[in-house]
């Protein structure tokens, strides 16, 4: 069973699609017990040189996923949507891509004991839930998921805990206000500055004749 309450709307007026809005992922988890990812690992070079930027799914892990044993070609895992992996995670090279692959092939959230700095921001920024856990609640987690794939976690962002029902285990994480604005109401960086959309107006309403004189 897999659940994610968003939003796939659109912010009004403003001609495109905003980011969706997360609020709680309640589903199933793959156990990624690998550490220092990068993000050539996650998707290799050759697919960035695609246009389009829908498809990446194909390419997500595509080195890993050519050996059988790869956790992602265990079908008591598929569907999941919460991917649990081990710490530093999204290292090497800032390519967004790595972000489009996991949501495309169905993750909103990765839960992890670290992640690189701007592989974390590239989450923030288009959607993917980035959760940090100490490492002894990650390594819970994975023996929890290997015992029975079906367990569910929940996510839940309004509240800033992970919750796994089936044992009653209940682990906080933090991410800044901003960062969980961002999540619950569904603001790329577009959607923050169109938030001030009416205070834009009323400055260029007022602002000084002079300042927009053509030479």
Not at 17 to 37: E, N, Y
Request: charged share 25%.
């Amino acid at each position: 069973r897999r659940r994610c309450h968003c939003d796939h709307g659109s912010i009004r007026n403003s001609g495109r699609s905003r980011m969706k809005q997360v609020r709680v992922v309640s589903g199933r988890a793959v156990p990624l017990k690998r550490s220092d990812v990068d993000t050539d690992q996650i998707i290799p070079a050759e697919w960035l040189k695609r246009v389009e930027r829908t498809g990446f799914e194909k390419g997500l892990f595509s080195t890993w996923r050519d050996d059988r044993n790869f956790v992602l070609n265990d079908e008591r895992f598929a569907g999941a949507s919460i991917l649990v992996a081990g710490p530093s995670f999204g290292v090497g090279s800032s390519r967004e891509h790595a972000v489009w692959a996991l949501q495309q092939y169905g993750f909103d959230v990765v839960i992890a004991p670290s992640f690189s700095d701007i592989f974390r921001n590239n989450c923030t920024k288009n959607g993917l839930v980035p959760v940090v856990l100490d490492a002894g609640v990650v390594e819970s987690l994975w023996s929890a998921i290997e015992a029975d794939p079906r367990t569910e976690i929940v996510v839940d962002v309004e509240r800033l805990v992970v919750e796994v029902p089936s044992s009653g285990a209940v682990h906080a994480f933090v991410l800044d206000a901003a960062t969980q604005e961002r999540f619950v109401k569904g603001l790329d960086d577009i959607g923050i500055t169109l938030a001030h959309d009416a205070a834009i107006g009323d400055y260029e309403r007022r602002r000084p004749a002079w300042l927009t004189a053509k030479k």
